[in-house]
């Protein structure tokens, strides 16, 4: 492979690595928005996760440490917001959005004696025989755990929400609740399950950061990146792939903007930095105003009915909306014992 052609993969490969915690934080964030429950704390819950995940491992010696108690830390902020939200009936997004806030103040005051001090990280590993495949190798094959963990993550999900009873049951409860809750669904207990698997992964995304893509931990190490997987769930229509191609899209647009920093010197850093954030947010527009259906509506129906497919952003039905049902106090909806029968 020629000169040129290496840096190229070797740009991709970069990009996917980035991507990683995104990937996983946003997977989390699609299967809690399918049940329903909007979850704006995943800004703070990936920092704070970061943090926590960054002390154990450094306390214990063990990167696995670190990532469990990473995924407890968010299940524990998502255990508010399904307590608040679901339980409770108070708005979604607001406790979602002063538990982002406070999280985030949380790793500062929390994190101070680990700022910048070396600990462990995820070793890589290159998987044998694959790593050596032309072109695919160094791209997938290459790199750590985590990036490959990832891979089956999205798989897992996308088999979960789309071929299983179970995921049957949450989108429904996203979708129609009522409808859900007429057939015997504990509404209820099923979006807080999903709230609580969400905000695991969400944690294991900052986790994700500070023990592996940049490892280590400093104040407000993993900033903007919880916003952006929120806005990355919507990019990817509430869909698994999508989102995670959506994350791999953001890494791409990181590595370039990395790379038009080194050739282009004069310009400021600061306009390398934001611009994936200022890209994504453009893209987000296209895909949520409608701007897309309308220049779709110019080609052919062949080719406008796999656009709009690819680009749909709608949200499931009952998005942030609470559920006033029996099950709530504890008890089943009328006919669920006779239909159990």
């Known amino acids: 492979m020629d000169e040129g052609g290496g840096e190229l993969l070797s740009l991709l490969a970069t990009a996917l690595a980035a991507s990683t915690p995104l990937v996983i934080a946003a997977v989390g964030e699609t299967i809690a928005e399918r049940a329903g429950v909007i979850n704006l704390s995943a800004e703070g819950s990936m920092m704070l996760s970061a943090m926590v995940g960054f002390a154990a491992a450094l306390s214990t010696g063990s990167v696995l440490a670190g990532f469990a108690a990473a995924a407890a830390t968010g299940a524990l902020v998502a255990l508010v917001v399904a307590i608040g939200g679901i339980f409770l009936r108070r708005s979604q997004i607001a406790i979602g959005f002063v538990l982002a806030m406070l999280c985030a ?148 647009l990181s590595s370039t903007a990395s790379l038009g920093q080194s050739a282009l010197p004069s310009v400021p850093t600061q306009v390398f930095s934001v611009a994936p954030f200022a890209l994504m947010i453009v893209v987000l527009g296209l895909t949520s105003s409608g701007l897309l259906s309308r220049l779709g509506a110019l080609l052919p129906d062949a080719a406008r009915r796999p656009l709009l497919r690819a680009f749909d952003a709608t949200p499931p039905a009952a998005l942030g909306r609470p559920y006033p049902a029996e099950e709530d106090a504890g008890e089943r909806p009328r006919g669920a014992d006779q239909r159990a029968k």
């Open 105 to 252: 103040d949380l790793s500062s005051v929390l994190g101070g004696p680990f700022v910048r001090v070396p600990g462990p990280t995820v070793p890589a590993l290159a998987i044998p025989v694959l790593g050596d495949v032309p072109i695919l190798g160094p791209l997938f094959f290459r790199s750590d755990p985590v990036v490959y963990a990832s891979y089956l993550l999205v798989a897992c999900a996308w088999v979960f929400l789309y071929r299983t009873r179970a995921g049957l049951l949450v989108r429904a409860v996203g979708e129609q609740p009522a409808a859900a809750h007429a057939r015997g669904a504990r509404v209820a207990w099923v979006r807080a399950a999903a709230t609580l698997v969400g905000g695991a992964l969400v944690g294991i995304g900052g986790a994700a950061y500070s023990l592996d893509f940049k490892a280590g931990w400093s104040h407000r190490h993993t900033a903007g990146y919880g916003w952006i997987a929120l806005a990355i769930v919507i990019f990817g229509g509430f869909h698994p792939v999508r989102a995670a191609l959506g994350a791999c899209l953001f890494g791409v």
